[in-house]
């Protein structure tokens, strides 16, 4: 098997993964099947009859919501199972949530970086994931948060945008 990087950019909709290796980049998309944080649905008791078979009760909505969040978080590590560092970026919860799914199974010592970035194009995922795998800088960034957080002055790191 060909040893290679890796950087996840990844919320709760989708996950982009970009593989560095030697031969060039790769990219995957794995999207999710999950739907929004659930909602009740059904009458409003100020709206008219209110009955409780009529709303699903908030646990069953929940363990659905989250067995559907384990199905993804579970394929996303598989694709990045043989990645020897890997760089997750997102804006929300998920970065988070998929770098503890890591730990726990003992693919947590490869997580070289956890960063908050917005909404990117792919080509700007790609392009963020190549630059900051191909440098050794990464080895010297914290391991969760911003690249160059607590640093005063300017950085030329090569996510300074110079």
Excluded: C, F
Excluded at 56 to 66: I, M, N, V
């Amino acid at each position: 098997m060909t040893k290679y990087n890796a950087g996840v950019w990844i919320d709760h909709r989708k996950a982009l993964i970009v593989a560095v290796t030697p031969a060039g980049e790769r990219t995957t998309l794995i999207i999710s099947k999950v739907e929004k944080h659930p909602q009740r649905s059904g009458d409003s008791p100020l709206k008219g009859r209110y009955a409780v078979d009529q709303v699903p009760a908030d646990d069953s909505r929940q363990k659905a919501y989250t067995g559907e969040l384990n199905i993804y978080y579970d394929t996303v590590i598989a694709a990045v199972r043989n990645a020897e560092s890997l760089v997750i970026l997102g804006p929300g919860e998920a970065k988070g949530e998929l770098k503890k799914r890591l730990v726990r199974n003992k693919l947590g010592g490869r997580v070289a970086a956890v960063e908050t970035a917005d909404k990117m194009t792919d080509r700007q995922i790609a392009a963020r994931v190549s630059e900051y795998l191909s440098e050794p800088w990464s080895a010297k960034s914290p391991a969760y948060g911003r690249p160059n957080a607590g640093l005063q002055g300017k950085s030329s790191g090569p996510l300074s945008g110079r």
